[in-house]
Structures are given as C-alpha cells and as structure tokens.
C-alpha cells in the first residue's frame, strides 16, 4: 500500500464520502448504515470505500476488520459491552469519534487517518538517519523533508509532498516496522473511541443534551483522559500477549514483538509520534481548564505515566518483568528523544519539543495535569449510571 502513497492520498482526497452503497443497500443493514451516516454527518458521513482503488480499498477495509476483531477479543470476557457498528468517516482529518442512534452505537475512523499515519512512519524509515536500530538504514537514502510534518488533515499533505517523491523503506524489516507503527497508533484511536461507549461517555453527554445542558471543559478533558487510559491498557494486554507468546507471531513480525522492551519502544513511539501531529505552538497555560481537550504535550505525558504504572502492575504479578521496570523510563525517555529528532529531520520547521517539555517542566502543567486525573471522581457518579464496566476504586485504570 505504501509504495503507492501518493496516488492513494489523491485519491482520498478527490474522493466524495457517503451515498453510493447507502443508496444501493436493500437490506436491513441499510438502516445501520443510515444511521452511522446521520450520527456523524457533521463530521462529513459515511465513506463508501467502493469508490477508491483496489489497495486503497483493502487496506482501509482491513481497518474496520481489525477494530471489530479487537473489540470481538474484548468482549469475549466482558459479554456485557455493547457491540459498535463500526464504519469509515467520510473525514479528511486524522481522527476517529464514537456516538449513539435509536440505541445502537457506532464507531467512525476517519477515512484520512492511516493514510496520514502511513506516510508520517513511511517517510521517517525511508531515512538512513531515522531508527536505525531497526533493519539495515544504510540501505535507505537521504531524508525526504516536507515542510510541515505536523499536520492532521490529509489535503494539506498531499500539497506538501514531493509528486516525484518514493517513501517506501527499502529495507523490508524498515517497511514492515513502519505498518506496525500505523497499525498500533490505528488500534489506539479505535480503542479510545470504545472506550467513550463502554463506560458510559457517549451515554452521559447525550443526557446532557436532552437536559439542555453541555460538557464542561474539565468534563471534556476528564473523559478524553479516561478513554487515553483504557486504550493503553487494551494495547499493554496484547503487548505482554504478544511477548508471552512470541513463538506464534509471524516471522517478519518477529523482530518487533521478540523482546518486550522493544515491543514497549515501538507502540509508544507510534503513539507519541501521532499525539505529535497534533503540536501546538504557544501555549497559553492559564487557560488549559478551559480546552475541550487536554493539551497534546499532557496527553503524550500520559502515555508515557501509564506505561511505568502498567508495567509495575505487571512486575508484581510476575517478577519475569521487574527488569523491564528498571529500564522502562529509559525506554520511555528513548522514545521522546528519538520521535522528535525524527520529526526535526523529516520536517523543514526545525526542532520543536516545546509541547512535551512544557507537559514535564511547566508547574502549571504539571498541575492540570493531577487537576484532570482527580477530576475523574467528580464525574464517577454520573459515569457509573451508564457504565458497561466497573470503575477502579482510585483511578480510571479498568
């Protein structure tokens, strides 16, 4: 798929979303379809994937495949969650939303989202200079900057890149590594999404709505903080899976699930890099209570605490991983140094690692920060009427 990237982002691009296989359907899935298209029409509908080439059809296909599969495995202990129909959002915005129509849920990935992640990591492992701990760099060539790296919104990149431009990593360890990298930060979004159906923040704000009322900020934050908690920890269960068992993983994916350090580097340098592509520049830290959403160098800051909180639960259960512990923050640490010097060397905008500093340094950040996780227990009544799960006692860990 990435070695076609350009064209396909073309194609999303010149694409129009929603309509045809709606209008085609004459079965009682129509309805569903109807349905998802009306939930998130704001957000631009239903995405027909029937109108787009081959491979770009397939691989957004597998998408919608990997999050029902994710969310078949979930619910295989926790029969109790619902089941989302989940479809394709006719979105040219790296994203994904989750909402509720005559009962139903429904989970939307934005059609631009793993194209955008794709050619952020395709473009970072066709570099020489880029993760060169994995595969062999010297077979990849110079860099290929764009001027701004940091976008979420497909059309501004696809009048970024270079039309002449090949991104696809030569080395075949470097290419699969960078569809790992899109698949883990992929997971992470859909995950984040169900999370908001299953302890009950689809229900509460639709509550809200039918009392006259809206989310408050803080509200916001808490809920978006939350759903970022449970999406780490679904992603930590299939890490320690996939490193227990390793002798079942295929042998070109071997490499990245073998060891469990590495395994930890490579999911939380996917998720840092995509949190990245949300940068902002200035930061006004007298106003962060009033955002709807946490500020980006506070989520990635959170990502990388429930890492070392995930990983010392995991080390007393099993004291197979308290060597993993010990080195955790620096494999953590490895992530933030390396993700933003790939991000200065594919990009014309020059070094910029003001967010995650900022998230670490800032007091008033640093504030917000325990502001937004004790907040949790504001909303936990109001959650618990509409919960599908159970509440841990301290923390929004399930």
Not at 2 to 18: C, E, F, H, M, Q
Not at 76 to 89: E, F, Q, T
Not at 199 to 217: A, I, Q, W
Request: aromatic fraction near 12%; proline fraction near 4%.
């Amino acid at each position: 798929m990435s070695g076609k990237n350009r064209d396909l982002i073309n194609a999303i691009v010149a694409t129009p979303g929603g309509g045809s296989t709606i209008k085609q359907m004459d079965n009682e899935d129509f309805l569903d379809l109807w349905r998802f298209d009306a939930v998130f029409k704001s957000k631009g509908g239903y995405y027909d994937t029937h109108q787009l080439p081959e491979p770009a059809k397939q691989f957004l296909d597998n998408i919608i495949k990997g999050t029902n599969g994710q969310i078949s495995a979930i619910r295989k202990n926790r029969v109790h969650y619902p089941i989302p129909i989940v479809h394709l959002i006719a979105s040219s915005k790296l994203g994904a939303s989750a909402g509720k129509s005559e009962g139903k849920y429904f989970i939307g990935i934005n059609v631009a989202t793993s194209f955008i992640l794709n050619d952020l990591f395709c473009r970072m492992l066709s570099s020489c200079k880029i993760l060169r701990q994995f595969g062999d760099p010297s077979k990849e060539g110079e860099t290929q900057k764009i001027n701004f790296a940091a976008t979420t919104e497909i059309k501004e990149l696809a009048i970024e890149k270079n039309p002449n431009e090949n991104i696809i990593p030569r080395d075949s360890t470097r290419a699969i590594l960078a569809q790992v990298l899109t698949s883990w930060a992929t997971k992470f979004l859909s995950m984040h999404e169900y999370a908001h159906i299953v302890f009950g923040h689809v229900d509460y704000k639709e509550n809200l709505l039918r009392e006259g009322k809206s989310l408050s900020p803080m509200n916001s934050q808490t809920l978006e903080y939350d759903a970022d908690c449970y999406a780490a920890q679904i992603a930590f269960r299939e890490i320690i899976f996939a490193f227990e068992n390793s002798t079942d993983v295929k042998d070109e994916l071997r490499p990245f699930y073998a060891d469990l350090e590495i395994i930890i580097f490579v999911w939380a340098y996917a998720i840092y890099s995509m949190y990245r592509l949300f940068q902002v520049s200035g930061v006004d830290e007298y106003t962060l209570h009033l955002n709807k959403y946490p500020h980006v160098g506070i989520r990635q800051r959170l990502m990388m605490t429930m890492m070392c909180t995930l990983v010392d639960r995991e080390a007393k259960r099993d004291t197979r991983y308290s060597g993993t512990l010990d080195r955790v923050s620096g494999i953590l640490k490895s992530v933030i140094e390396q993700a933003e010097k790939a991000f200065d060397e594919i990009s014309n905008q020059g070094f910029c690692d003001g967010n995650i500093r900022f998230a670490f340094f800032s007091p008033k950040a640093d504030s917000h920060f325990k502001a937004i996780h004790n907040h949790f227990d504001n909303v936990r009544s109001e959650l618990e009427k509409f919960s599908y799960g159970t509440f841990s006692p301290f923390t929004p860990l399930r």
